[in-house]
């Protein structure tokens, strides 16, 4: 079983940019689809990014045309660059693991959670 690690939160001002990273070990990154979730205080998590094995993409409306996934599969790393941040972007940010083909947006299908990384927005 791959374990995560994020990286890279912390706080930055509205219209300002952060990339998160997630590190997997443990076991080939190959064959998995990661994705990006976040949960904000008092509110339940949700989708924020997925990303295939070829790299094949899928957002949220909410981050569409402002976040970015990626991944390096020699470095067993997924990224999430965030630009244009908004107050409301201000949630712990997970990063997960699914065994699959395409990306997916549904939190049931990923096996695998990092413990999260903070990022807060400030005005």
């Known amino acids: 079983q791959v374990q995560l690690v994020e990286s890279g939160g912390g706080l930055v001002q509205a219209g300002g940019s952060l990339r998160l990273s997630c590190a997997a070990s443990?076991?080939?990154?190959?064959?998995?689809?990661m994705g990006w979730f976040r949960q904000a205080p008092g509110k339940e998590r949700e989708f924020v990014a997925s990303?295939?094995?070829?790299?094949?993409?899928y957002y949220a409306d909410s981050v569409k045309g402002r976040f970015t996934i990626s991944r390096d599969n020699a470095k067993n790393t997924v990224y999430l660059q965030m630009n244009s941040l908004k107050l409301e972007d201000t949630a712990v940010y997970y990063c997960?693991?699914?065994?699959?083909?395409?990306?997916?947006?549904?939190?049931?299908?990923?096996?695998?959670w990092g413990p999260g990384t903070q990022v807060t927005v400030s005005s």
């Open positions: 443990g076991r080939t990154f190959s064959g998995y689809v």
């Open positions: 990303i295939s094995w070829i790299s094949s993409t």
């Open positions: 997960a693991a699914s065994l699959g083909l395409a990306p997916v947006s549904d939190g049931n299908e990923y096996r695998t």
